[in-house]
């Protein structure tokens, strides 16, 4: 998650201009409140945000000129709320259990209510009991999930910006994030919870009886924590999985087509008049294909394409079966190109040109036999598509911290491409993944505070590794429109 403010679920704008929002307190938080112009009680929406709830005011029509009661609502000490603002406090749970009973004690309120929010917001509206229904988009799921990957390192670039943003004080601000070379991690910013952000623990994954709605983009930091809680969510669950940034639809990714151009807000009034009907049941997503112009349902997980390490008719080694992975110059997040480098920074390896089409569609990851001479080592691995014209173009990134010797595995997330004939795979394993994550010292200490720097030997076994895709056979691909999937 980037500084930038992130994706609001909105739906379709109205015809007419309703009347501005009424702002009420409600336990001291600023609330914007707008009802439908017909005749109630009627069901709620609840948006709760860090964000500034004035720029939901369009949201707020949109969900109105649909049936809901609207409302907005500054988180505590944020903007116009009293208090003093604690990024994922327990607080969250309390304000939005207290702003639940303040509207369906309202005369308009027909008792239900949805919670719906993005990024943080989804964090909010997944922590308010007694919501009927959740709508959560691109979700920021807690303190330690936001900050490091579930296979361990520290997630730097996407942390450090929004706490730089968010983190302190009542607004937010457009400062720009310190030079992240800078070491300890953990005094890189003097905003309050900063440093307390890497002790935070691991919960619970969130999970929940009521109508579930998660929405996700293939290139936004938190697609796996939004396919994990689609999945293991006890109520009915439906999840929306597009080629798009943090931004959704308003940041669509190199390989988005007009298809994948949805109406999210159509779709998310559907949905929440048939989840608020007790019409869902069971799950089911809807994940629209990159390079294509189509939407599937995710398959079963059956059959897979295995590249092998250092077979020609698989992935052949270029060069960095041994490699140098140098923290002082790791390999960039942000760059695509390899370096001509001596010693190696990087064991590169690509495959022949795809003889046909390729869709790939669900989880992928690479079985790594390698070796680090330093006590702990972080295994990064990027895929990339090469394309017949020549660019190059980011699939996947999984990375790994290691303490052990032994083969082992790196998750790369859940692919949704279609690749034309003529695309060559091009593999990088390496050391760092930096900016995007903190840089392994290679100590032994904790990357948070470690204020010394050492390369680290690295040796790729080919014989043991290879890479595992989720090529689906176009017969096996079930189209899904998402307008009818989604809300039935």
């Known amino acids: 998650m980037t500084a930038a403010h992130p994706a609001a679920p909105r739906p379709s704008a109205p015809s007419v201009s309703p009347a501005p929002p009424t702002t009420v307190r409600i336990d001291g938080l600023a609330t914007d409140v707008l009802l439908p112009t017909g005749p109630g009680p009627h069901p709620a929406v609840l948006v709760r945000t860090p964000y500034d709830r004035r720029s939901h005011t369009a949201e707020l029509a949109a969900w109105a000129a649909h049936g809901f009661a609207a409302l907005a609502q500054d988180v505590r000490g944020r903007y116009g709320s009293r208090g003093d603002w604690r990024p994922y406090g327990d607080h969250e749970s309390r304000d939005a259990a ?13 008792g239900r209510a949805v919670a719906a929010g993005a990024s943080y917001a989804a964090y909010c509206a997944l922590a308010a009991p007694g919501a009927d229904a959740v709508l959560a988009a691109v979700p920021a799921l807690g303190p330690a999930e936001t900050a490091r990957e579930p296979t361990g390192p ?11 943003a968010h983190g302190r004080g009542r607004a937010s601000t457009a400062a720009a994030p310190p030079d992240l070379r800078r070491l300890p991690v953990r005094a890189l910013l003097d905003t309050p919870g900063w440093a307390a952000l890497w002790d935070a623990p691991r919960r619970p994954p ?8 998660a929405v996700g983009g293939t290139r936004d ?23 798009w940034g943090h931004g959704l639809t308003a940041d669509p990714a190199p390989e988005a087509r007009p298809a994948h151009r949805v109406p999210l807000g159509r779709l998310y009034t559907r949905w929440a008049h048939a989840a608020l009907a007790g019409a869902l049941h069971g799950h089911r997503a809807a994940v629209g294909l990159g390079d294509s112009d189509h939407w599937y349902a995710l398959p079963d997980p059956a059959g897979a394409a295995l590249y092998r390490f250092g077979d020609p008719a698989g992935l052949r080694l270029l060069h960095g079966a041994e490699f140098t992975a140098d923290p002082e110059h790791p390999v960039r997040s942000d760059d695509l190109a390899v370096p001509a480098r001596t010693p190696a920074d990087r064991c590169l390896l690509a495959g022949p040109p795809l003889p046909r089409p390729l869709d790939l569609l669900g989880p992928a990851e690479v079985r790594l036999d390698a070796t680090a001479d330093t006590p702990s080592a972080d295994w990064a691995v990027r ?11 980011p699939l996947a990134t999984g990375v790994v911290r290691r303490t052990r010797p032994g083969p082992f595995t790196v998750p790369l997330g859940h692919l949704a491409r279609r690749l034309d004939a003529g695309t060559r795979l091009r593999v990088e394993v390496a050391g760092h993944h930096f900016p995007a994550h903190a840089r392994n010292p290679h100590t032994g200490e904790d990357p948070v505070t470690a204020t010394r720097l050492t390369a680290s030997r690295r040796t790729v076994r080919p014989s043991g590794s290879h890479l595992r895709l989720p090529a689906v056979p176009r017969a096996r691909l079930h189209r899904a429109d998402p307008l009818q999937e989604i809300p039935t």
Do not use: I, K, N
Not at 102 to 107: E, G, N, S, T
Not at 155 to 163: D, E, P, T
Not at 230 to 238: E, I, K, L
């Open 154 to 164: 520290e997630r730097l670039h996407a942390r450090a910006g929004w706490w730089t």
């Open 206 to 213: 969130r999970t929940g009886d009521v109508p579930l709605l």
């Open 98 to 110: 207290t702003t639940l009973r303040w509207v369906r004690d309202q005369p308009w309120s027909d």
């Open 383 to 393: 895929l990339v598509a090469l394309t017949p014209d020549g660019h190059a173009r």
């Open 221 to 243: 930091p938190f697609a796996e924590d939004t396919v994990r809680l689609w999945r293991g969510w006890r109520g009915p669950a439906r999840l929306l999985l597009g080629p």
